[in-house]
């Protein structure tokens, strides 16, 4: 069985794409251990165990192969824990058959291809539960020290641990009683673990994700949806067969009555929690792994109890042989495991397919902008892992380019800039999608430039603002992207090197010396970034007149400067170097970098300060 089950997880491992929540982990475990730490103290919705996991292993490979492992090998050796499980507490052949249903259960195999911790939750839990079982027959402290490390370990791998632990404490109970003592180490150790994730997860109770207002019904149906999708993912009746063959070995182990109340209080508590608690996150199948050993182990007990008169050779061969079949169900929907698009029915970007056209579609030097920053992340880290050349990296508009050629990477609404691509070619016309690769589609427009803005008289201003003055106005871009949720903004294309944009006025007014006012709006809100203001006369030198290192609670700055000499023509850059120190949510920290408005002014010398103007916002 395990032999079956290693060949269905491993092989193919890396040939599918991630989709958005498997890619966030190597995304994030980019980051320094502490402010990866402080991500999921604040953001994220997990504890910390799986990504600090991923970090040293993406730090060796980052293949999807490697970074799979971390799920293979748990999904691998939960077949054995079941067998022991099932050896324990209803039969050898129990266990058999339960570890064979598992080595073949689509949503087990799915998890055990996924970079998420699911397949390591469900290892643990099923350590935890092997630990309690033999500490039950033997007292031996060693059985008692596995399961503290389980239940430490559950807890710093997912949350759901704190709705699991009171079902297992009443299953345990039920199982001992009327002796305390199983029962009693369970709770010091429960107590002990929990007391070291607590401060992640106080924190984590704040979130939008633990507020209760899902109808009974949703929950409901949500628990029933996922205990048949966990008997069996894919489409057809074996779902439902699963389900009566756990049904039979309730039956079978009916002379049993504590076994079958322990059992029920492991799937019925935790839905009953969820029930009381009115939490409406849980419609994923992966919310409800407590589901799994009762079920694996009705099934297995089931299977066992039809085979019993076939003498143990022949009811061993009969598993083998049912294993082997349900395993060619598998392979003959090989494309939902081990295709390029292995998403389980989900629809999403295929990253990996994406990334792979990127080089045709995109070419150096070209603006880019992106539907949300998740996806331009996503995308970015798939595109620099293939070590060709990054276009997504390499944006340059020069001062002598009369137009520029822009790349939207849509999928979906890109925030104010358009929510249809009929409202993006309204405001691009010429506008022409060239492909859609693994669900994203690349669109391409040109832009007119007029790289430097005459001032005629004084006084004079402009405030360059929005996506059309990022490209179209500005002198020269470089090492930047356009950003179009929440206001149009240039950010750094990539971490830990600045990029610039530049803005070129050309002064015409005859006064050769006027006063100059510069005001800028940004978003500074990561550690260690830095935003420079720079100013330079008729091709000469510049110098830094403000700047900004993060994080910085204002979101605007100021600057008069009376210009040290006659001059004709100003250069204004702005370089934005973005440090990769505070993790934010979309799998990146570069749109915690922004600049999202620049007011450039000039009036005679002496004259009176034009102000900041009413499109250059105040703090």
């Known amino acids: 069985m395990i032999v079956i089950g290693a060949c ?123 630990g309690l079982v033999r500490y039950r027959a033997t007292r031996a402290g060693r059985y008692a020290l596995a399961v503290f490390a389980a239940t430490l370990l559950l807890y ?120 009381a608690g009115r939490l409406g996150w849980t419609g994923e199948p992966r919310y409800f792994l407590n589901f799994f050993p009762v ?63 990127v080089p045709g579609l995109v070419r150096p030097g070209e603006a880019v902008m992106a539907s949300e920053d998740g996806l331009y992340n996503a995308l970015d880290w798939h595109v620099q892992r293939r070590g060709r050349g990054n276009p997504l990296r390499a944006v340059d508009v020069r001062p002598t380019d009369g137009e520029v050629m822009v790349n939207f990477l849509w999928f979906g609404p890109m925030g104010h800039l358009a929510q249809t691509k009929d409202d993006l070619a309204r405001r691009y016309p010429g506008l022409v999608e060239v492909g859609t690769v693994g669900g994203l589609s690349f669109l391409k427009a040109v832009v007119q430039r007029t790289p430097v803005q005459p001032a005629t008289a004084l006084p004079w201003e402009r405030t360059f603002a929005g996506a059309a003055d990022i490209l179209g106005s500005s002198h020269s871009l470089r090492g930047l992207v ?33 006063r100059i006012s510069l005001a800028c709006r940004y978003v500074n809100a990561g550690e260690g970034n830095v935003l420079r203001l720079l100013v330079g006369y008729d091709g000469g030198p510049l110098r830094e007149v403000l700047s900004s290192t993060g994080p910085d609670r204002h979101v605007y700055r100021k600057v008069v400067l009376d210009p040290p000499r006659d001059f004709r023509r100003l250069l204004v850059r702005v370089e934005l170097s973005c440090a990769r120190k505070t993790a934010q949510y979309p799998g990146g920290n570069l749109a915690g970098l922004q600049l999202r408005g620049l007011l450039v002014a000039l009036d005679a010398p002496g004259g009176d300060d034009p102000g900041c103007g009413p499109a250059a916002g105040r703090p």
Request: hydrophobic share 55%; proline share 7%; charged share 10%.
């Open 295 to 357: 079920m694996l182990l009705g099934a297995g007990g089931g299977l066992a109890w039809l085979r019993g008169r076939l003498g143990p050779a022949a009811a061993r061969l009969a598993c083998l042989g049912l294993t082997v079949v349900l395993a060619a169900v598998v392979v003959n929907n090989a494309r939902e495991f081990y295709g390029e698009r292995s998403l389980l029915g989900m629809t999403w970007i295929s990253y990996k397919q994406a990334a792979a056209a």
């Open 156 to 275: 710093w791998t997912h949350y759901m641990m704190v709705v699991l632990a009171p079902a297992i404490g009443l299953a345990v109970l039920v199982m001992t009683f009327p002796s305390w003592r199983a029962f009693l180490l369970l709770a010091a150790t429960d107590t002990l673990a929990f007391s070291t994730v607590l401060p992640f997860f106080l924190l984590t109770l704040r979130l939008p994700h633990w507020v209760g207002e899902a109808p009974l019904s949703e929950i409901l149906a949500n628990a029933g949806g996922s205990l048949l999708k966990l008997a069996w993912f894919l489409p057809g009746p074996l779902g439902w067969a699963m389900l009566a063959l756990c049904g039979l070995g309730f039956v079978a182990v009916r002379g049993r009555p504590r076994l079958v109340a322990a059992g029920l209080a492991l799937c019925l508590v935790p839905v009953a929690i969820v029930l």
């Open 482 to 514: 356009v950003n179009p949720n929440w206001g149009e903004a240039a950010q750094p294309a990539q971490n830990d090197r600045a990029g610039s944009i530049e803005y070129c006025v050309d002064n015409l007014s005859g006064q050769g010396r006027p």
């Open 8 to 130: 269905l997880r491993l092989y193919n491992l890396g040939v599918p794409s991630m989709w958005w929540d498997e890619a966030l982990v190597p995304l994030i475990a980019r980051f320094p251990v502490g402010s990866i730490l402080e991500w999921l103290r604040t953001i994220e919705v997990h504890p910390p165990l799986f990504y600090l996991l991923v970090k040293p292993l993406a730090a060796a490979s980052q293949t999807d192969f490697a970074l799979r492992l971390l799920s293979a090998l748990p999904g691998i050796a939960c077949l054995y824990f079941v067998y022991r499980l099932g050896e324990e507490l209803v039969s050898p052949l129990a266990g058999l058959c339960a570890a064979g249903l598992l080595a073949v259960n689509p949503y087990a195999l799915w998890l055990s291809r996924i970079v998420r911790p699911y397949s390591l939750y469900l290892l643990l839990y099923l350590v935890l539960l092997w």
